[in-house]
């Protein structure tokens, strides 16, 4: 067997390990693996630009910018935070734990497209938390500031991976199941999805154990 | 019926404008650079279907080119200070929110009428993409209650979005570039290669172990791929279907759903799952580009071997 196309692998690994641009490390990787693979070099470009094409839906949910831009520029959040300033017993986990089952709960119905970074993350879901963790740790140094803004993505990112594959007619579904197919078993979608739901309660669990840390990290005062 | 092609070309008019409004930005030092990145971005958005294939390669070496170089920055367009937006903020009060809410809303309501009301059934909508098509409507709403409500400068919404994009920068383009990535793997066979070698590393008779031989398989060739969906396949072929369904007798449906999840967990903890990992990096201005990743380990490795220890329990009661 052919080995050598893992070496775009290995220049992947070392690129993002190096913390070089992502996009030269990215487009390096992919002429080597296209050559080694024995494509010529006209051919490559064209199979990357192709693929590129095919992947266009991908940048359709920046067409939100000018619309979180706009409500920025009129103070959406600070309205956030001061919301947030407002409840008593509002802390960061707590809240990122109800947007976790939130997120979980919308995406098991099908609906994973209508939250995410740029849509909630940012203009409401990140100052919230912010200024949850203010009212209970205090200022925020920029190191604790960092990781409240990551856990918020990071909330996003777990309530979407571990709801929307017990939606039956999501992407990931119809390829387990078309991918089975070829092998001649026949699995409805819904029985799949059905094999989703205890994954999708660890996952809350874990997650929702670790947000409940980060408050008691957080309560603890500078 | 409204298609995709539609979307993009409103996605493309945006770019479009953002790299006008830059090139015409004389306070940007790099206002040259910006604006060929999102023209290129327009172009690909407004004519990829027309430039070919060897084209769009040359558009995307332009990009990776232009950003790798560091021939592209932030940019300050003119926008509102912090005591002017607490300002704002203050008199307009929580009404504030119901324009943000306008999208998730339009695209949740949308979504669901047109899934589950005889509405879907009159095809207006290219199939499967409905979201996509009521978040671009759940936009456009948004935009003209704010032009009714605030009265912004007619420029601003182009204006506060290439502040947001040029904040972002590479990484608004980085998921595609990894999406066509994962296209080359496929080509060159590095599925079935990394599928014979786990295969090796398999000792005979064990269930456990192969079962997590097939989660942690997953979960790292998802890693190197950035996506699990180009994972399922290969470790199916290679142990999910021919050891543990064929082998030991498998519920294949445990092991295709559970399976999938596993290598969701190691989505969390890869660069190359750009959009998810390293895009909200940028876009909450993280100083440690891989400062999501890091919060999420802690929750995908335990994750992991749960889902290692479902496929070993369920799939084999």
């Keep these: 067997m052919n080995y050598w196309p893992l070496l775009g692998i290995a220049l992947v690994v070392i690129g993002f390990a190096l913390k070089l641009n992502p996009m030269l490390v990215v487009t390096a990787a992919a002429i080597v693996t296209g050559l080694l693979g024995g494509m010529d070099l006209i051919e490559v470009v064209s199979t990357f630009g192709k693929a590129f094409n095919d992947n266009r839906i991908i940048a359709i949910v920046w067409i939100v910018l000018p619309v979180i831009g706009l409500l920025e520029r009129h103070g959406l959040q600070q309205r956030a935070a001061s919301v947030i300033r407002g409840l008593k017993s509002a802390t960061t986990g707590r809240l990122l734990i109800l947007y976790l089952a939130y997120r979980q709960l919308t995406a098991a119905i099908g609906l994973h497209s209508t939250a995410g970074h740029a849509q909630t993350v940012r203009p409401l879901v990140a100052p919230m938390a912010l200024a949850a963790a203010e009212k209970q740790h205090g200022t925020l140094d920029e190191e604790t500031a960092e990781t409240v803004k990551a856990y918020s993505a990071a909330t996003d990112n777990v309530g979407l991976f571990f709801g929307e594959d017990i939606f039956f007619a999501i992407g990931s579904i119809v390829l387990i199941q078309q991918t089975l197919v070829t092998y001649g078993y026949n699995l409805s979608p819904l029985e799949l999805a059905l094999w989703a739901i205890p994954s999708a309660i660890c996952a809350f669990l874990i997650h929702g154990a670790r947000l409940l840390l980060l408050d008691r990290r957080l309560g603890q005062k500078p | ?317």
Excluded at chain 2, 128 to 143: D, N, P, Q, S, W
Excluded at chain 2, 157 to 164: A, D, T
Aim: with cysteine; aromatic share 10%; net charge neutral.
């Design chain 2, 1 to 317: 019926m409204i298609a995709m092609h539609w979307l993009y070309a409103l996605a493309g008019a945006m770019f479009a404008a953002f790299a006008l409004l830059s090139a015409l930005d004389t306070a940007h030092s790099k206002r040259f650079g910006n604006a060929a990145f999102w023209g290129l971005m327009a172009l690909s958005l407004l004519g990829g279907d027309a430039i070919g294939d060897f084209g769009n390669g040359l558009l995307v070496l332009g990009l990776a080119g232009l950003a790798g170089f560091g021939l592209i920055g932030r940019s300050s367009p003119p926008t509102t200070g912090a005591e002017e937006r607490e300002g704002w903020s203050q008199r307009l009060g929580n009404r504030l929110f119901l324009p943000a809410l306008i999208i998730p809303v339009t695209a949740l309501i949308g979504t669901l009428l047109y899934n589950y009301t005889p509405i879907g059934g009159l095809g207006w909508i290219e199939a499967k993409r409905e979201t996509y098509v009521f978040l671009a409507l759940g936009v456009l709403i948004a935009l003209a209650t704010i032009f009714a409500w605030l009265r912004p400068p007619a420029l601003a919404p182009l204006q506060e979005g290439r502040r947001l994009i040029d904040a972002i920068g590479w990484a608004a383009v980085l998921p595609q570039m990894l999406a066509a990535l994962g296209v080359l793997f496929a080509a060159a066979g590095v599925g079935d290669i990394i599928g014979g070698v786990t295969r090796q590393a398999i000792p005979e008779g064990s269930v456990f172990l192969t079962v997590a031989v097939f989660g942690l398989g997953m979960a790292l060739f998802t890693m190197i791929m950035g996506n699990a969906f180009a994972a399922f396949p290969v470790m199916a072929a290679a142990i999910g279907v021919p050891l543990l369904i064929v082998g030991y007798g498998g519920d294949p449906a445990v092991v295709g759903a559970v399976g999938m999840l596993a290598g969701f967990c190691g989505t969390l903890m890869t660069p190359m799952a750009a959009n998810f990992n390293l895009v909200p990096a940028a876009l909450l201005e993280l100083k440690d580009q891989y400062g999501v990743i890091r919060a999420q380990v802690a929750t995908a490795l335990p994750l992991l071997v749960l889902n290692i220890l479902i496929i070993y329990f369920a799939a084999f009661r």
